[in-house]
């Protein structure tokens, strides 16, 4: 291995343990080097300029600037270096700012050795790698949102109505449908956008611009 260029990492996370536990678990592998940690987020960039590094692993929760940030920075200024984020949380949203932000990768601290040096090799090699856990919330995302995508014309007429505040027999009279077929219609509503009262559905229609 020795006439084989050396992948150089860099890690912030504000706890040293977590550094720690990283360092020892890289310890043995010939083929990557940890060239720098930090603690301070905002610290980051003025190393980085002193370095050369390949991959930076990051936590995202962090005090005064949070992993998205850091990631944000990190790609406009440093192009060609690989974010793998490191996470105690895998919330789709928090999933999907990293990605917005330009994140290689994404897997939870409680994994293992195994998956660590298989994204770390995943990133290595120019691709991207999100863990077991990651990828299912990745996926019912996309289902949400395929469903979403489903919603009648005349789902999205009734959302409308139901926004003027009327009732069910009111929205049937002005569509000329059932009482029942409106009640049908507003099941269907409330299972497509994962919403459970008026208030949640009102605020996720103003949140996609249907109303």
Known sequence: MENVPKINLFIVDDHQLVVDGLSSLLNNEE??????????????MA???ELEVDILLTDINMPEMSGVELT??????????????????????VIKEMIDAGVSGYILKNTGKQELIAALDKLASGQTFFGDEVTQE???????????SHLTNREIEIIRLIERE???????????????????????????????SIVG???YAYDHKII
């Open 31 to 44: 083929r990557y080097a940890l060239v720098g940690f930090c603690h301070q987020p905002k610290e980051v």
């Open 47 to 49: 190393m980085l300029e």
């Open 72 to 93: 944000r920075n990190v790609k406009k200024r440093f192009p060609n270096i690989k974010v793998l984020a490191l996470s105690m949380f895998g919330e789709r949203q």
């Open 138 to 148: 990745l996926m019912k995302a996309f289902k949400r949102n395929e469903e979403e």
């Open 166 to 196: 009327l009732s069910n027999k009111k929205i049937a009279d002005l569509l000329f449908i059932s009482e029942r077929t409106v009640e049908t219609h507003r099941k269907n509503i409330f299972r497509k956008t994962g919403t459970q």
């Open 201 to 203: 559905l009102l605020k």
